[in-house]
């Protein structure tokens, strides 16, 4: 009879040998023969298969005894879950390999040894369950990785213990709730040439936004040393966004980049126990982007390859040696969650009311979830949480999963995106916020909280119970108007997700928003850094600076991204960014400010908008802008952005902008670019004609322009009953400067607040023939259903 066959080679396994070498296994199989062709490195190694696992279970009895230990399970008691999960262990590790089985793994081991050149190559040895992975049943970090496992005695006891994890508290609670057979579900073992990310870095990236569901962006996490310390949440990463479109064409869009803690790292050690130990993070490391330009963009690319070989948004695990240098895919998984989202119903979640922030972090999902904080520091007391409260913990692992599943809300200290409490809650549709650093100090025991999500990438925890509302919309009752709905955007990290509510592109997309809580800094304190006479201002620009080879580039470098990370949610669609519009206080509370900033007695009607940028006092901070407006639109390829002048008074400040434009690589009509003036002073519509000779188009400032023409301060309550967009003075200006920008064949919109506050003036609007408005995005809804009724009534007239 011949021998059993329990080895494959990666070479020798496709996707369709899931049922042999489970999901991991098929995967790193498919990837290593079909992709490698491709350039994408893929480690060497072998799958021990399922046929394995089964043959030693049965040959050695552990199968009717796992039978007999599981007959009165009841995973929703966790005392029994946890007294029948060791006795399984114990079967498993208390079992000896049959001798056929140990010689082959041992004979396999040695051949990998040899084409390393070495008498026992370092290998990571991992589960792959055969029902893992699949596209709606994750299996995250159930089974156990076992690293830098060298020598065939080590091997053997790692594949036991691999074996036995099958059946941990967590896997075995979770395949009883998705309704998988204990005996169904086998094991096959991964055994793969170990990359040294030890020596350098490492991570895990998904080819779709983990959050809004975004497909056309990369998000990739990295951190120093071996990467199971970004699964575990121990590490809070950094985190960089790639934009696909663009990449295919070339350029290199990293339209985000943050820096994460980072604060210690996970090496080789072969003293300890389990071969590894942990090591703090040099503080010059910690403040370092752990990728390079050149090693993002590859690793985004191998992304979007093995995404496109899959044809679904994958989840990925990366590694990068440090003795070669050189990068390698370690795992690759279809992404569970997001991928499922039904893309007709947009559903929202709102706070009604504002409330004390106790603590904040990275907010995981977009949900609003609320109950009495159970603050559990270590998984012995997981015992005392009660269905519906809110977790706060330093960290979770799959050990907490039982009651992960019944928690209101997850907070954690430590922990990015993609650590284990994100993963999970992901998957369970439960609000988090991971990486807050304190919440288990702040917050106190039994306290009501509200956790919310709402709010783009920060996630913030407040004292209370507060209101809010979920509002489901199906997008297939949203009809398309002949007038185009475009949004105003000031939050780059909302961008992805408003992106799925219906529009025609961003009508005003606000720097301010992206100057004031990403840069924080005024741009002439950056550059006059060494004058700068605010001791304590300097100190807070270092740290914020720490990243940068010069102080002018973070700025270059966070307004760039903050503006491409607007612009490519939207693309291929009009993006029309409108220039730094701060008034001189404003420009005075941004760090350093006041040393640069005169004191104006009225600033609302001072040194704003177009005068600022050819001001010598100022023109060196325009120039950071101009040099930030080039590199989205160059070095990113997101030509979908159009510029827009704010507070322009005459024509003479218009041709002196669209010059320095024009002289700094922004010159209109070049490369598709268009220039679009406000029009929010009354002098634009009087010169509207003129306007309309140098300008691509007119966007109608409601705010400014009533507070102007009726000649009130719009931050006095004292005249603030007067102050109405829906004046007969106000409507006759707007009237008026859409009929000339008809007359020019120029575009006009409105992205002021008026629309969005009064449906009325938007169909006033409506009724002039406006080519577009921009909203709210919470408005967006409402008012289109709105304008459609419009546009109908006006048809039949």
Known sequence: MPKKK??????????????????????????????????????????????????FITLTGVKKEIRRILKDLNTHNLHNLQARGRQVRQAILN?????????????QYHRLSKEFKVKNVDVAVRSSATAEDLPDASFAGQQETYLNIEGPKELLDACRRCMASLFTDRAISYRDDKGFNHFKVKLSITVQKMVRSDLATSGVMFSIDTESGFRDAVL?????????????????????????????????PIISRSVGLKKKKLVYDSKSKDNTKSLIVSKEDQERFALSEAETILLAKWAVAIEKHYQKPMDLEWAKDGRTNKLY?????????????????????????????????ASVGNKIGQGKANIIRNVKGIHQFKKGEVLVTEMTDPDWEPI????????TNSGGRTCHAAIISRELGIPCVVGTRNATEKIKQGQNLTVSCAEGEKGFIYNGLLKFEEKKTNLKTVKKTKTKIMMNIGNPEMAMAQSFIPNEGVGLAREEFIISNYIRIHPLALLNFN?????????????????????????????????????????????????????????????????FEPIESNPMIGWRGASRYYDPAYLPAFLLECKALVKVRKEMGLKNLKIMVPFCRTIEEGKKVLKILADNGLKRGVDGLEVYVMCEIPSNVILADQFAQIFDGFSIGSNDLTQLTLGVDRDSELVAHVYDERNKAVKDLVAQVIQVAKKHKRKIGICGQAPSDFPDFAQFLVEQGIDSISLNPDTVIKTTIAIKQTERKKKRK
């Not at 080895?7 to 098929?26: E, S």
């Not at 990837?31 to 491709?38: G, I």
């Open 6 to 55: 329990f080895i494959l080679w990666f070479k020798d396994i496709r996707i369709k040998d899931v049922p042999k070498v489970g999901g991991k296994n098929a995967s790193l199989g498919e990837m290593y023969s079909k992709l490698t062709k491709q350039h994408i490195n893929i480690p060497n190694g072998f799958a021990v298969t399922a046929d394995a696992y089964d043959y």
């Open 95 to 107: 079992a000896e390999f049959p001798d056929d089985l140990k010689q082959q793994i041992v004979e």
């Open 220 to 252: 990739i996490n990295a951190i120093y040393g071996l990467g199971e310390y970004i699964v575990q949440g121990m590490v809070n990463p950094d985190e960089y966004y790639v934009f696909k479109p663009t990449l295919a064409q070339g350029f290199k």
């Open 329 to 361: 895919i370690v795992q690759a998984r279809p992404e569970t969650v997001r991928s499922q989202d039904d893309p007709n119903t947009l559903i929202e979640y709102k706070l009604k009311e504002k409330g004390k922030v106790l603590t904040f972090g």
């Open 404 to 411: 992960m599943k019944i928690a209101g809300a997850i907070v």
């Open 531 to 595: 004058k700068l006479k605010d001791k304590v201002a300097k100190k807070q620009i270092g740290k914020l600076t720490a990243a940068y080879k010069s102080k002018s580039e973070f700025f270059v470098d966070k307004l760039a991204e903050g503006m491409a990370r607007i612009t490519a949610s939207f693309y291929p669609k009009d993006v029309i960014v409108r220039l730094s519009d701060f008034k001189s206080n404003e420009y005075a509370n941004l760090i350093g400010g006041k040393q």
